[in-house]
């Protein structure tokens, strides 16, 4: 039984895609520990005592350790990640809403320009007014809110 046995190792392919995987298996464990670590100070049903006794049999015992964790409350764990995405989703539309309910804090300046033009198509101001009045809501310096930023001095 002199027959030569040819491992993994032998061909320069297959160690490539080996020493991939057990890089590959490496980066995902450490994302996993991670992730518990953070779901254990995530979780506000936890006493302090617990999240310390999880925390040291994780860092003491790692595979074990995560091993028991995602066993026993793995479930949990997915629920609180879905109920925390749920509240930074609520969270952003609700600012999302809030930002485009205010508008920046009163009508915009294409909101005071359309005012402007239908004023000036009724014949309330002259050409000249329109001119200096949009002027003014360019540059920012027309009060916004008001119904009409350039009345006519003639009172037409």
Known sequence: ???????????????AFWTMLVFFLWIMWFVLLFRIVLDI???????????AGWLVFCIVL?????????????????RREVAQA?????AFDDYVRQTARSGGGGSSSVDEL?????????GDITDEEFRRAK?????GSAPSGSSGPVTSPSGR
Request: aromatic share 12%; glycine share 8%.
């Open 1 to 15: 039984m002199s027959a030569q046995t040819y491992l993994a190792y032998d061909f320069p392919l297959l160690s």
């Open 41 to 51: 100070f995530r979780d506000d049903s936890m006493s302090g005592w617990g999240k």
């Open 62 to 78: 790692p595979f074990l350790g995560v091993f028991v964790y995602v066993v026993a409350r793995g479930k949990d764990m997915g």
């Open 86 to 90: 749920r509240e930074q989703q609520q």
């Open 114 to 122: 359309s005012r402007l033009s239908e004023i000036r198509a009724r």
């Open 135 to 139: 002027e003014l809501v360019l540059s």
